[in-house]
């Protein structure tokens, strides 16, 4: 099983639609999450951190299920702006520094 | 968040040959990160450069292929050396600092794009 594994896309939704992307992790120990956001050519950019009983930032909600080491961000009310690759991002323990990150889901949203 | 400045933005480089990417941080940081994101793929840490001590190595990764400099607290470079084809990539350097909600988070420079021929 791959460290962090997550469904490569890509999703094409209109705008206005609602998106969730899913994510599943292997090291049981992990105890920090984040989803990031990446655009073409760019480098990655925080989008939220994720936490045990949720959050939610505006149009974007994310959920931690460490039973089944599942993440999961869902994104209401899509914006053309929000076309980019999402990356789960798992701490593996150690250097804080030490992030394993999945290949990431690509998003386009369409008018 | 730290701004992260780093050079250069892109090379196209011969097989066999070094090249140095810079970080310049514009703030004192304790650790910066040197990660690698190849066509297609995740990204993957490279190694921890640590200011006044070796740098920390992830496995799969050698000093010998990957030099690092630490000279000071804002301030690291990452040297790909003896290049080949596979070594394109795009590099990036980072570090870790504190979100609005207090949370550790990583903050990445724009990368440096590689290509070898």
């Known amino acids: 099983r791959k460290e962090v594994e997550q469904d490569p896309g890509p999703f094409n939704v209109p705008e206005g639609a609602t998106v969730a992307f899913n994510c599943t992790y292997s090291n049981s120990a992990s105890q920090s999450f984040f989803w990031y956001r990446q655009d073409c050519r760019k480098e990655p950019k925080l989008l939220m951190s994720?936490?045990?009983s949720g959050n939610e930032d505006g149009r974007f909600t994310a959920q931690l299920n460490r039973a089944s080491q599942y993440i999961s961000l869902l994104i209401r009310d899509s914006k053309l702006s929000d076309s980019a690759t999402y990356l789960c991002v798992v701490g593996r323990g150690g250097s804080q520094g030490n992030l394993i990150f999945g290949k990431g889901t690509k998003l386009s949203v369409k008018p | 968040s730290a701004v992260i400045s780093q050079k250069p933005s892109r090379d196209i480089c011969q097989r066999g040959t070094s090249l140095t990417i810079q970080c310049q941080v514009d703030s004192q940081v304790t650790m910066m990160f040197w990660y690698r994101q190849q066509p297609g793929q995740s990204l993957t840490l490279i190694a921890t450069a640590n200011q006044g001590s070796e740098a920390t190595y992830e496995s799969g990764f050698v000093i010998d292929k990957f030099p690092i400099s630490r000279p000071n607290l804002t301030f690291s470079t990452l040297t790909v050396s003896n290049m080949s084809p596979e070594d394109s990539s795009i590099y990036l350097c980072?570090?870790?600092?504190?979100?609005?909600?207090?949370?550790?988070?990583?903050?990445f420079g724009a990368g440096s794009r590689l290509t070898v021929l």
């Open positions: 994720v936490y045990s």
């Open positions: 980072s570090v870790m600092g504190r979100s609005t909600s207090g949370a550790n988070v990583l903050t």
